[in-house]
DNA sequence: TATGAGATCAACT
DNA sequence: GTTGATCTCATAC
């Protein structure tokens, strides 16, 4: 039967560049609310752009924790954004959950959002967080346990890669993912 | 459609 | 004091 399962912490203790496109297609709930991810950014401890590149301080702190853990800090003074974190590998390393595809608990998300539009609700690491009700709460909280729950995906869907956003280092690097196609994303890939 | 400012916090120079 | 893994709203073409 495909009963699907929920994705154990040792799906994290890998690569940061192999859990990067396998959680494509997987599915984040928190507290009942949340769809499927459909894109995502891997931060790598050997690149300028990861806050772990400089090591630990603070507000990083939870990165060079160990694999399977949440790390959400605030972006811009305003945002929060939600990480994954993976192996060390050396050093810290980490995935952004840059974008969902809605699926449950969309009249929770519509109200934190203030929005009607579907497209939208998602579609990016701030909004997403904020749909999410996702704060720096649950900065340090295990992935595998509530208010969290993944689901792995049961096929491999067709991946897309991609230069990264909203960064001005190590910009080539083509280290961001999505599910090609999706509507949900927040820039399409070229 | 495209560009620009403002919001406002932690890290860094 | 400046910059950033961002988003929204306003104004311009």
Redesign the pocket.
């Known amino acids: 039967m495909a009963e699907p399962r929920g994705l154990p912490r040792s799906f994290f203790a890998r690569s940061v560049h192999k859990v990067a496109p396998d959680l494509i297609g997987a599915t984040l709930l928190v507290d009942g609310v949340g769809g499927r991810i459909v894109e995502v ?1 891997a ?1 790598h401890h050997t690149d300028p ?4 590149f ?2 630990p ?4 702190a939870v ?1 060079f924790g160990p694999p399977g853990y949440a ?1 959400v ?7 929060w ?1 939600l ?1 994954f974190v993976c192996e060390r590998e050396g050093s810290a390393s ?1 995935v ?1 959950i ?1 974008a969902l595809e809605p699926l449950e608990g969309l009249r929770r998300m519509r109200r934190r ?3 009607a539009d579907e497209h ?1 609700l998602c ?6 967080c ?1 749909a999410l009700g996702v704060t720096v709460a649950h900065n340090g909280l295990a992935l595998d346990r509530r208010p969290f729950a993944l689901t792995g995906r049961d096929r491999r869907p067709e991946i897309a890669a991609g230069v ?6 190590a910009m080539e690097l083509p280290w961001r993912y999505g599910l090609k196609g999706s509507r949900f994303l ?1 820039k399409p890939f070229r």
């Open positions: 950014e931060y752009a990861a806050h772990s400089g090591g301080t603070p507000r990083n990165m790390y800090y605030r972006s811009y003074g305003i945002h954004c990480n980490a952004l840059r959002r203030g929005l939208l579609s990016g690491p701030g909004r997403l904020q990264r956003i909203g960064i001005t280092k927040s």
